[in-house]
């Protein structure tokens, strides 16, 4: 009898065991489990991820659930992938795949690469300059009420060598065009050079070939921008600063209103109503890919794709997640409206193609 008992006993447990196992969700179950040692992940990145990797809740979730605290240097996406030492460095953070083709023609190896967030390329200006470019016809408002850009209009204005105030119609000094970043270090400038080749080669993709007569365009067009930052974090934060004058339309990433306005929430009314977010057509999707150089990165590659953790970089940083089967909420975003769609994507030339586009504006 006593056996019998004891066996029903056991057997109970063993059953109890058995349901709480098939209720477990083995994933949140896996990413709760802190590794044992602290692991420092040494990178360089992009500066448009400089408040995300500042944020503490994000570092939080790095330390707290994965153990892992980051040394990390920003740099220009191109620079970082084609001449930086990157020696004793876990991971390059670059803001395009066309560095990893950079970074893979100059010989790394890289263990893996994981898309980990997306934002497409877009044009910040003031209102004015906004107006004034509707009103030229390179500009249109949309049903959805958001801003596109006719990029082959831009790029003809530009070749025309239109005048902002002759030619726009406002009251700007100097030639029109579109200020941006080194297109030699910085991703968001590369793109904008993509962009413009592509739209001066009448819509098509250029490659090597046709870059004997793009590149004098190209040439001319960035040498007259006179000084250019290296960062996009670095040219917004003068734009800002510096006003309309300086600098009346940049190059930038969706996500950089995005985060300004959430750290700023207090002068997020008058921001709305001086600056526009103006979405070029077509434009060009900048992938974020961590390119992992050792086991440590490849750890981090993990921790990043946190449910929570790719909540917060798209609520509070704006970076659309890169991860299938993933879907941005838009309703948590409460300080900023973004199109749920961008439907006007081009892909950037070759790497090839952008290598020699590269030499060739140095």
């Not at 447990?13 to 209720?23: F, K, N, W």
């Not at 497409?120 to 016809?137: Q, T």
Request: hydrophobic residues 45%.
């Amino acid at each position: 009898m006593k056996r019998s008992l004891i066996g029903l006993v056991a057997l109970a447990v063993v059953a109890l065991i058995a349901v709480a196992v098939s209720t477990l969700d083995l994933g949140n179950l896996r990413r709760s489990v802190v590794p044992t040692e602290a692991q420092v992940v040494t990178l360089y990145y992009g500066g448009e991820k400089s408040a995300l990797l500042d944020d503490p809740a994000i570092t939080d979730i790095l330390r707290d659930r994965y153990n892992i605290t980051l040394d990390a240097i920003r740099a220009g996406s191109v620079e970082m992938a084609k001449t930086l030492d990157v020696t004793g460095k876990d991971c390059l953070w670059p803001s395009s795949t066309v560095a990893v083709d950079l970074a893979r023609a100059r010989g790394l190896r890289p263990l893996s690469v994981d898309t980990i967030f997306t934002s497409p390329i877009v044009f910040y200006a003031w209102n004015e300059v906004a107006d004034a470019m509707v009103s030229a016809g390179l500009v249109r408002r949309a049903d959805d009420g958001f801003l596109y850009a006719d990029v082959q209009a831009v790029a003809a204005k530009i070749q025309e060598g239109a005048k902002w105030r002759e030619d726009i119609g406002i009251n700007l000094y100097g030639s029109f065009g579109i200020f941006s970043t080194d297109p030699v270090k910085s991703n968001s400038g590369l793109i904008w050079a993509g962009l413009l080749a592509t739209a001066m080669n009448e819509g098509s993709l250029p490659v090597v070939a046709d870059l004997s007569v793009l590149l004098p365009q190209l040439q001319n067009t960035f040498a007259s921008m006179g000084y250019m930052e290296s960062s996009s974090g670095d040219i917004f934060e003068n734009f800002l600063k510096q006003g309309m004058g300086a600098r009346p339309i940049i190059v930038g990433y969706e996500n950089q209103m995005v985060e300004f306005i959430n750290a700023n929430a207090a002068s997020a009314p008058m921001i709305r109503d001086r600056i526009t977010m103006i979405y070029p057509e077509p434009t060009v999707f900048a992938s974020h890919p961590l390119i992992s150089l050792t086991p440590a990165c490849t750890k981090l590659a993990e921790a990043l794709q946190d449910p929570e953790l790719q909540g917060l970089a798209w609520s509070d940083h704006g970076f659309r997640t890169g991860l299938a089967g993933v879907v941005n909420d838009h309703e948590s975003m409460m300080n900023a409206t973004l199109p749920e769609t961008i439907n006007q994507v081009v892909p950037m030339p070759t790497a090839a193609t952008v290598e020699a586009m590269v030499a060739g504006l140095q």
